[in-house]
């Protein structure tokens, strides 16, 4: 799990909200890619409508709901849906659609479902899961999703009746299955173990660590086997930031808001220890393969790094502050990408403390790292009267080697002719990849990474955003009104594009859904 | 304000040790501590007034929660004890009764007892298995003393202490309660007005309960013990403070040494007789030999060492004279008491003396400045003296040591020494049993120093936070060191390894819900 932390520069589980509800747009191009297709919303329609490789469609039926939003498990198999749905409080025959039922009567309804190949899991809705939960995590093999609200999430929220902000929602995906468990206040972040037995939840001033598992040390499963509290003073909120399991799984490091301090809980003894950082630390990134784990500092030129024997932390002086930290195979990559000025981009050896030194060309604000290469989009700093990498979107692609490996190729950075609108990398046999999307341009850049030589794939429309299918395939959106989607074969460079999907229902009107009346 | 380890370990409060009472070194003063004493200026001596008494307590010396495994520690304001397992560092949290002021461990390691000010009782802790029962005991008491085996406990109230869970209860002047460890049981007792401690024979089979007036024998070995009280003075309200007792190893002899009184008090516990023995002018302090076979007293005034026969304390004592006209009045024995430390921390006196004590003559040196207090290792033959900030009188102002603390490394039964000037005051300190280090704590330096008794050279540790506390566990040569921090910070340190090893937020272990 924090391996995408990192790479993404955010929270794991902040998962993108694809469902930007436009009126009057008859799809939308933040498509979800699963195994069995291309799940997209219709918004104009109120339909969802799964897409599929040979061009054909299909529309889920969601029990006369309206999609809002869609969350897949990280193997594809399977998509959350948050639906919405009319309600007429009046049961005349008469009425039959929205604008027949007076407003005082009409309210919205909200349910999630559980969708794979197709149809909703079990059949129906999840039974008692609210709408609003807006942030999910996964075990290892998207086999339980952890649904909580969001700590960020404001007023705009839709309460359907009430919402227990105590509780993570925990859903068995093979059957729908729902376990409620209360956690504590505010749940912010929930973290599973390697094993998948347990999840750990991090909520105001306290972890709860969830036993997934039947009875597992005397334990029931899905219930609450300890508690950690962060503070012994009632009046006093510790706001959880960050955590990362350690050792096995054994320890959870946890960071919290504004503080240098790291709560070491160990979950096998269940015990507490602190640990005092030289500052609230921006990043951290564990190396199991070192037994350390890496905290970076944002604005403070220091790398600290904690060796999980004795957990004792080495602090290591840089020449700049790194905000963000990656785990590579050749160590820990280090670089900055919240303060403009800072650009370097290290290779850090947590065993020996030593690290190699590239730089980027601009601020970098996207960085993907693979097994032999980052690369990294670069926004422009400058003028117009600036040189011409300060003045252009660049795109940096930077050599992964263990620091003190002699021969390191230096970064190369291409500048673009607009801003990029999706990344995604593609590691083969034989060479690695970048597929590269920039706004306006109705081609896909296939970037060498190696050579930094480029191809371009023609794409039938100016491309909206590019997605990874579980298949090892590419989703690329096109800018079309009807409805664009193109699978990008990588092998081979085909494509095989599906429009017209977002005519699906285009003139059907929607009725008030689940009413004996109409029925 | 006294010491409240293991609060203070809490709360964080660096102690005021000005006036703090804990036991002294000598093996027949580990009950409660030299009470009564009249402690002076700890922070600078006095200026060579005679008549100013000594500090009597061995002020610096902490005593640990610890046994050989586990370090205890009471969390008052949780109602909890904190074990953390010293190999490990695993901890453990138990509840015990509300407002657990103290907690104190029994010398076979087997228990821990807490004074539950908030309950107005005592628990008892299996230090394996946490296992924890309460008895009660009488209203308001805020001091426990363990006896050495560990068998009984008596709790008493002090009001010059600070106590932290007042009940509503009556408050006594003259009750105590006894408390038998194993099984839980509590006697309460009358005794005379004003307990101020208790005093355990080495055999388990005597307690005897000091007041200025009067002593409280109690014999451990009935069914169920009780009180006999000894009258030391015919008006106990009116009786001479009580500076100093000790109890003979076998519990047959008390000795009283009161202020103001040139005689030495004899109570002979067996026939219940209490007698007068003649001692030279101002006794300021006593000391029974290690071998338990002699009494010593420092007569400040009449310049001599006064040793009584323990078996027959009216015998003619044995007296010696200081070796020059210093007014010393402490005196402590090295550990096979072949010799002894004699020195002042009364006046601003740069010189101790070191009695031999079968060939009868003295070593004594000059000292870079006076003392404020000794620490002795456990063989005796290396002392750790802890300096006064204040000089003496004409001390030269060029001289580095001069308005500074400092402590001096001293061989006892050599000439080497390592005068240490320190960036602050002493806080506390403490020696490992197998006799190769002794550890102090400075005043808001995050320091613990590490001292060889071998080679004399200390060694400098970082710690995370300002020190409060320190010690050492029995059978290790490991200190541990309680730091400053709101959810409680310790730190073991291994000589051996030089790894110190530093637990924090401990106290948030009492907190997680199982």
Not at chain 2, 75 to 97: C, E, F, H, M, Y
Not at chain 2, 302 to 323: C, G, H, K, L, M
Not at chain 2, 409 to 414: I, K, P, R
Not at chain 2, 415 to 430: D, H, I, Q, V
């Amino acid at each position: 799990m924090l391996l995408p932390l990192l790479l993404l520069g955010c929270n794991p589980w902040d998962i993108p909200d694809v469902g930007s509800n436009s009126p009057g747009e008859l799809w939308d191009p933040a498509v979800v890619p699963a195994k069995d297709g291309v799940y997209v919303r219709l918004p104009a329609a109120g339909t969802l409508v799964r897409v599929t490789h040979d061009g054909a469609w299909s529309t889920v039926d969601l029990d006369g709901a309206r999609p809002d939003r869609l969350f897949a498990s990280p193997d594809g198999a399977s998509v959350f849906v948050d639906t919405s749905w009319d309600v007429c409080e009046d049961d005349d025959p008469a009425i039959v659609y929205p604008e027949d039922c007076p407003d005082s009567k009409l309210s919205t309804a909200t349910e999630v479902a559980l969708v794979r190949d197709g149809e909703r899991v079990g059949g129906a809705a999840l039974d008692g899961v609210s709408a609003a939960l807006d942030q999910v995590a996964w075990t290892t093999d998207s086999g339980t999703a952890a649904l909580y609200l969001s700590p960020e999430a404001g007023a705009e929220v839709v309460v359907d009746g009430y919402l227990n902000l105590n509780e993570v929602t925990f859903v068995e995906t093979a059957d729908a299955t729902v376990h409620r468990v209360s956690v504590g206040f505010a749940p912010e972040s929930v973290l599973f173990t390697g094993d998948d037995s347990r999840a750990v939840v991090l909520s105001r001033s306290q972890v709860a660590v969830v036993n997934l598992a039947n009875d597992v040390d005397g334990c029931d499963a899905w219930s609450v086997c300890v508690t950690y509290h962060l503070t012994l003073d009632a009046d006093q909120t510790v706001t959880p930031h960050d955590v990362v399991l350690v050792g096995d799984g054994r320890y959870a490091l946890v960071s919290v808001e504004s503080s240098s301090d790291v709560y070491v809980l160990d979950l096998e003894r269940e015990s507490i220890d602190l640990l005092e950082l030289v500052a609230p630390p921006s990043a951290v990134v564990d190396d199991p393969a070192n037994n350390r784990t890496v905290f970076t500092f944002g604005t403070k030129p220091m790398v600290s790094v904690l060796e999980h024997d004795f957990f004792e932390v080495q602090d290591i002086a840089t020449d700049e502050p790194e905000s963000a930290a990656a785990l590579t195979s050749s160590g820990v990559l280090l670089y900055n990408d919240a303060i403009d000025a800072y650009k370097d981009v290290l290779m850090f050896d947590p065993a020996s403390g030593d690290w190699d030194e590239q730089r980027a060309e601009n601020p970098i604000y996207d960085l993907r790292a693979g097994t032999r290469y980052a690369v990294a989009n670069e926004r422009p700093e400058g003028t117009a009267l600036s040189d011409v990498y300060d003045s252009h979107y660049v795109f940096g692609i930077f050599q992964l080697a263990p620091a003190g490996t002699e021969g390191v190729r230096d970064p190369v950075h291409l500048v673009l002719q607009s801003e990029p609108v999706g990344l995604e990398t593609l590691e083969t046999d034989s060479a690695d990849y970048a597929l590269l999307l920039l706004s306006d341009v109705d081609s896909l850049l296939k970037v060498r990474l190696d050579d930094a030589s480029a191809t371009s794939i023609d794409l039938p429309a100016a491309p909206l955003g590019i997605a990874a299918s579980p298949d090892a395939s590419f989703i690329v959106t096109g800018d079309s009104p009807m409805g664009m989607v193109s699978f990008v074969d990588p092998a081979d460079d085909s494509l095989q594009t599906v429009t017209g999907f977002a005519t699906s229902n285009f003139l059907g009107r929607p009725a008030l859904p689940r009413r004996a009346a109409s029925e | 304000m006294r010491f409240l380890p293991l609060l203070a370990l809490s709360l964080m409060a660096c102690s005021d040790y000005s006036n703090t009472l804990a036991p002294k070194d000598g093996a027949y003063d580990t009950g409660g501590g030299a009470w009564g004493a009249d402690t002076g200026d700890q922070a600078g001596a006095g200026d060579g007034d005679d008549t100013a008494s000594e500090n009597e307590s061995d002020y610096l010396k902490l005593a640990p929660a610890a046994t050989d495994q586990y370090v205890f520690v009471a969390n008052p304001g949780r109602d909890t004890v904190t074990r953390i397992a010293v190999s490990t560092l695993d901890v453990q949290t138990v509840g015990v009764g509300r407002i657990p002021s103290t907690v104190q461990t029994t010398s076979d390691y087997r228990l821990a007892l807490t004074l539950d000010e908030g309950d107005d009782a005592v628990s008892r802790i299996y230090a394996e298995t946490l296992d924890v029962e309460q008895v009660g005991i009488r209203d308001n008491m805020n001091q426990l003393d363990l006896s050495p085996d560990g068998q009984f406990a008596m709790a008493w109230f002090d009001p010059d202490a600070e106590s932290l869970g007042t009940s509503d209860g009556v408050t006594s002047f003259n009750e105590v309660s006894f408390v038998r460890t194993d099984p839980l049981v509590h006697y309460p007792m009358a005794v005379g007005y004003g307990p101020k401690g208790v005093r355990w024979s080495d055999d388990g089979k005597r307690a005897i309960v000091v007041s200025d007036g009067s002593l409280a024998l109690v014999d451990l070995t009935a069914e169920t013990p009780k009180a006999e009280l000894i009258p030391l003075a015919d008006d106990e309200l009116d009786a001479p403070v009580a500076e100093e007792v000790v109890l003979t190893p076998d519990g047959k002899y008390a000795f009283v040494r009161q202020r103001g009184v040139e005689d030495l008090v004899v109570v002979d516990l067996d026939n219940q007789v209490v007698d007068h023995v003649t001692v030279g002018n101002d006794p300021t302090d006593m000391d029974v030999a290690p071998d338990g076979a002699s009494l010593a007293v420092v007569a400040r005034t009449a310049r001599q060492i006064w040793s009584f026969d323990v078996e027959n304390p009216y015998a003619t004592p044995a007296v010696v004279d200081f070796p020059s006209d210093s007014p010393y009045g402490s005196i402590s024995f090295g550990g096979d008491g072949s010799h002894a430390l004699l020195y002042t921390n009364a006046a601003a006196i740069d010189s101790l003396a070191i009695w031999d004590v079968d060939g009868g003559g003295f070593d004594e040196r000059t000292l870079v400045k006076p003392v404020a207090s000794i620490g002795l290792s456990p063989t005796g033959d290396t002392a750790i003296v802890f300096h006064t900030k204040t000089d003496v009188a004409d001390a030269d102002p060029k001289d580095p040591f001069y308005g500074n603390w400092a402590v001096t490394l001293m061989e006892t039964d050599g000439l080497g020494e390592n005068r240490l000037l320190l960036p602050s005051e002493p806080t506390g300190y403490t020696v490992t049993d197998d006799n190769e280090w002794g550890y102090f704590i400075l005043d808001g330096m995050q320091l613990l120093e590490a001292c060889s008794f071998e080679t004399l050279i200390p060694d400098q540790v970082s710690l995370a936070s300002v020190p409060v506390f320190v010690g050492t566990l029995p059978g290790h040569n490991a200190a541990w060191v309680s730091q400053k921090h709101d959810l409680g910070r310790l730190s073991f340190y291994d000589p051996s390894a030089r790894t110190l090893d530093t637990l924090t937020g401990f106290e948030l272990n009492s907190d997680i819900e199982h």
